[in-house]
């Protein structure tokens, strides 16, 4: 079982900067694959970034491509995300997720089992 604890969310102007990071417990880090999903108020769950097993193999929501980059420490059972450009539309809350798997899961929320609490990510224009 792990448990996650996501920290940097903000208010910041459209074209700023943040960076999330989410926190792991627990002695099996690397045997999650660990994601980013946000959920705008009226609007479902939606996957933004994720991290597979097994090394650094990374996937995004077209959405985010180019602007946003996922990474993960595993001497610090860490996972980040830097969020640059951001616009308006990426005001949401941000949630971190993992599930237990060899390699990957399809990234759908439904997909996994371990949430934190999420961070406010509020971009105005």
């Known amino acids: 079982q792990v448990q996650l604890v996501e920290s940097g969310g903000g208010l910041v102007q459209a074209g700023d900067s943040l960076r999330l990071s989410c926190a792991a417990s627990?002695?099996?880090?690397?045997?999650?694959?660990m994601g980013w999903f946000r959920q705008a108020p009226g609007k479902e769950r939606e996957f933004v970034a994720g991290?597979?097993?097994?090394?650094?193999?990374?996937d995004y929501a077209d959405s985010v491509k180019g602007r946003f980059a996922t990474s993960r420490d595993y001497a610090q059972n860490t996972l980040y995300l830097q969020m640059n450009s951001l616009k308006p539309e990426d005001t949401a809350v941000y949630y971190c997720?993992?599930?237990?798997?060899?390699?990957?899961?399809?990234?759908?929320?439904?997909?996994?089992?371990?949430w934190g609490q999420g961070t406010q990510v509020t971009v105005s224009s």
């Open positions: 627990g002695r099996t880090f690397s045997s999650y694959v």
């Open positions: 997720a993992a599930e237990r798997a060899f390699y990957s899961v399809p990234w759908n929320a439904r997909n996994f089992a371990y």
């Open positions: 991290v597979r097993c097994l090394g650094a193999n990374t």
